[in-house]
C-alpha cells in the first residue's frame, strides 16, 4: 500500500513538472510573467516533493540514494531541479531554468517508468563504502555542472542567431547577453572537469581497494577519461583562440551528447559499472 501510494505521488509530481514545462513555454513564447511565476511556484512544489522523495530514501536506506542507475538518474534530477530554481532565484534566468527542467523531466520520467528490477543495487553490502559514496556523488554533480553547460551554450547559440538575423523580439530582452552565457558556459566547464577528476580518482582508488577482479580499460572508465579530455581539450582550444564563440557553444552541445551516451550505454557495457 505504501509503495503505491509513493508510486502515485512521483506521477503526481511528474504531472506537475509537466505543467510547469508548459508554463514555462508559454512564457518563452509570448512573455508572460503569469505563466513565468506559475511555473517557477510550480517548480518549487516539484522540489520540496523530490526532497521528500530523497529525504525518505535517505531514512529508510540509510544511505544517500545514488548506488543504483535507477537512484542516479533520480539525484540528478534533483540536483538539476535545485540548480534551476537557484538561478533564477540569483539571476532571474528563466530560460536557463527552463532547459534544466527539460533536462531533469527527461530523467525523472526514465526514474519513474523503469522496470523495478533497475532499483536494486548491484553492489554488495560488502563493498559499499564512503568512497564510494562519494565517488558517485562527484561524478553526479560533474555531469550536472556539464548540464549547465550544456543549457548556456543552447542560449548563446539563440541570442547569437536572434542578432545576426536582427530579430530583436521580446524574448530577446530576457535573454542572457553574449558575453554572460559565454561566461556561464565556461564557468559550469571549469567546476565540471576537477570534480569529474576528483570522482575518478576515487573510484579508481575504491576499484583498486574493494574489487579483486577488475580492469582500468573498461569501457566506462575509458569513457569518463574521454570525456575529461575533451572538456578540457575544448577549454585550452578556447582558451588559446583556436576555437571561438559560435563554434565553442556547439562543440560543448556535442560533448555533453556524449556525456549522456557514456551515462547509460556506458554503464551498460561496462564490466563492474552495472550499478551506475
Known amino acids: ?34 505563466a513565468q511565476r506559475s511555473a517557477f511556484w510550480l517548480t518549487v512544489v516539484v522540489f520540496l516533493m523530490q526532497t521528500g522523495f530523497l529525504i525518505h530514501a ?7 540514494p545514488v548506488l543504483s542507475l535507477y537512484e542516479g538518474v533520480y539525484f540528478f534530477a534533483w540536483v538539476l531541479i535545485t540548480l534551476s530554481l537557484g538561478i533564477q532565484l540569483k539571476y532571474s534566468l528563466s530560460y536557463a531554468g527552463f532547459f534544466l527542467n527539460a533536462i531533469a523531466f527527461c530523467f525523472m520520467t526514465i526514474h519513474i517508468f523503469a522496470p523495478t528490477h533497475l532499483s536494486s543495487s548491484g553492489v554488495g553490502d560488502s563493498l559499499i563504502s564512503e568512497l564510494l559514496f562519494i565517488h558517485i556523488t562527484f561524478a553526479i554533480l560533474s ?26 523580439t ?5 535573454l542572457p547577453s553574449l558575453q554572460h552565457a559565454m561566461t556561464g558556459m565556461k564557468a559550469a566547464i571549469y567546476t565540471g572537469i576537477p570534480m569529474l ?3 575518478l580518482i576515487l ?3 575504491w576499484a583498486y581497494t574493494a574489487l579483486s577482479d577488475w580492469k582500468l580499460f573498461d569501457i566506462k572508465i575509458i569513457g569518463s577519461f574521454f570525456l575529461l579530455l575533451v572538456y578540457g581539450v575544448l ?3 578556447n582558451r588559446s583562440g583556436k576555437v571561438k564563440a559560435a563554434d565553442f557553444a556547439w562543440a560543448t ?19 563492474f559499472h552495472f550499478w551506475l
Do not use: W
Open 1 to 34: 500500500m505504501v509503495e503505491l501510494t509513493m508510486a502515485r505521488l512521483q506521477e503526481a509530481m511528474l504531472i506537475l513538472y509537466a505543467v510547469s514545462l508548459i508554463f514555462y513555454f508559454v512564457d518563452f513564447l509570448n512573455k508572460e510573467p503569469r
Open 203 to 205: 573510484g579508481v582508488q
Open 253 to 271: 552541445i556535442f560533448a555533453f551528447v556524449l556525456l549522456i551516451i557514456n551515462f547509460f550505454l556506458g554503464s551498460k557495457l561496462s564490466q
Open 197 to 199: 577528476l576528483v570522482s
Open 235 to 237: 577549454l585550452f582550444l
Open 170 to 174: 521580446s524574448q530577446f530582452s530576457r
Open 58 to 64: 535517505l531514512i529508510v536506506t540509510r544511505q544517500l
Open 143 to 168: 555531469y550536472a555542472a556539464f548540464a549547465m553547460a550544456f543549457v548556456f551554450a543552447i542560449l548563446y547559440l539563440l541570442v547569437y542567431n536572434l542578432l545576426k538575423k536582427k530579430k530583436f
